[in-house]
């Protein structure tokens, strides 16, 4: 059974007007818009990852200067031989006078650090002694703490000058005035040498997450979610902000790519629950600055933007549609009317007027169909005129082919032709 293809010439002008419109103009306009909105889409995404991609960047390029500064301001202190002399006198026993001295000048030492190189990075620093005496710039006092035994304490002397990063240091902040928040520091430890490589000490170092973190922090974690961690090669936290995705951390860290994340290089990628995370390494120790946020709330604003284009996109849509129905109302109008005049025509003849609202194309076909129709009245006159004519020559000639001798003949046979017929009748009797 073939198709059967329906008859266009059934179908109203505007109908057909309608559907060439919709299928070669709004069809591709909507298949446009559907695929600028996936491009938008695309496009939106990658600049929202090469943004916060920077911005982790610039947290790790302020983390890793604050940490050589801290680095270079506690070496000169450390080398320094004032430094070095007092702390052989502080490995005396008892309470003399060389020892009040000592620890005086050790801590006055250290306030001026503080005050100088590392105001600016609000920066502590306290020096535990190998009797046990903690030395800050307020704080001249024996530790209670049985720091010996303490695991950080025993990668600060294995790892020697280089720093030692654990949070278990703060402990030792506790015992002294300057301590509020073990959470709101970034804690580091050196060992103390003197020029033949003998322990004289641990130099313990305290730096402010806010100089650390700076306003960037703020604009990458929200309250709806995200946290930036800095983690220990073994992935221990070292320093959070905003701490609460610890089963995320955990398989963070089975990932191969973190594992083998190389300097200055960062990563990004996507863990299961839907979380997104950057990850970046620091210049000390190989730690790692990660960046971790639910791929709702790090897409959010994505979205709402793409929601935005999504709605202008019906709404463009929409208002092309009712401009082609409204258009092709309009143009098909002026043909309709036209159309119904003619259809009430009782001779189908007709003085046409120029409908409302028409086109250039309609008052010329008007124009031209009336001027078609007088000429053709005119013509029908014409040959009625001269049919009547010559229906009028006919009868003249009929009537001057009829003489005198054709009408005597004509009587003249009719008389022979009735007296035979009278005999006839005669001799039937």
Not at 134 to 155: H, M, N
Request: charged residues 25%.
């Amino acid at each position: 059974m073939g198709f059967k293809r329906k008859n266009p010439g059934n179908q109203s002008i505007r109908r057909q007007l309608t559907f060439y419109m919709g299928f070669f103009v709004v069809l591709p306009l909507c298949l446009a818009l559907m695929l600028l909105n996936f491009y938008l889409q695309k496009v939106t995404t990658e600049n929202k990852i090469n943004n916060e991609t920077n911005l982790l960047s610039q947290i790790r390029d302020n983390a890793d200067q604050m940490i050589e500064v801290t680095n270079y301001a506690t070496s000169m202190l450390m080398t320094n031989k004032n430094t070095l002399k007092n702390l052989r006198t502080l490995e005396q026993d008892g309470d003399s006078y060389e020892i009040y001295q000592a620890k005086r000048e050790l801590s006055n030492d250290i306030s001026n650090v503080e005050s100088s190189v590392l105001n600016a990075v609000n920066g502590k620093v306290a020096i535990l002694t190998k009797t046990g005496y903690v030395i800050g710039s307020y704080a001249l006092s024996r530790t209670e703490t049985d720091y010996e035994k303490e695991q950080w304490y025993q990668e600060v002397l294995k790892n020697g000058r280089k720093m030692t990063y654990s949070t278990g240091i703060g402990e030792i902040f506790q015992e002294m005035t300057i301590y509020d928040n073990v959470q709101k520091y970034l804690y580091m430890g050196r060992e103390i040498l003197d020029y033949s490589g003998k322990n004289l000490g641990v130099m313990l170092i305290r730096l402010s997450e806010t100089n650390i973190w700076g306003k960037l922090a703020a604009s990458k974690v929200t309250e709806e979610g995200g946290a930036i961690y800095i983690l220990d090669r073994n992935n221990n936290i070292l320093m959070g902000y905003n701490e609460k995705y610890q089963k995320q951390l955990k398989e963070l860290g089975e990932q191969e790519s973190v594992k083998e994340i190389s300097e200055k290089e960062i990563i990004t990628g996507n863990l299961e629950d839907d979380f997104y995370y950057i990850a970046g390494e620091l210049e000390n120790a190989s730690n790692k600055l990660v960046y971790l946020v639910p791929r709702e709330i790090f897409l959010k604003e994505n979205r709402k933007i793409l929601q935005h284009i999504l709605e202008m996109v019906l709404l463009v849509i929409g208002f092309t549609v009712c401009t082609m129905l409204y258009f092709s109302r309009r143009l098909a109008r002026p043909l309709v009317e036209v159309a119904q005049t003619l259809e009430k025509a009782p001779n189908g003849m007709a003085v046409l007027e120029e409908p409302r609202g028409s086109f250039k194309e309609m008052s010329k076909f008007v124009s031209c169909y009336n001027q078609a129709g007088k000429k053709i009245e005119e013509l029908l006159e014409k040959v009625e005129r001269e049919s009547r004519l010559k229906e009028k020559a006919h009868y003249e000639m009929l009537m001057s082919q009829i003489s005198p001798h054709f009408i005597f003949n004509t009587v003249n046979s009719i008389r022979i032709m009735a007296i035979k017929e009278g005999q006839d009748r005669a001799g039937g009797e």
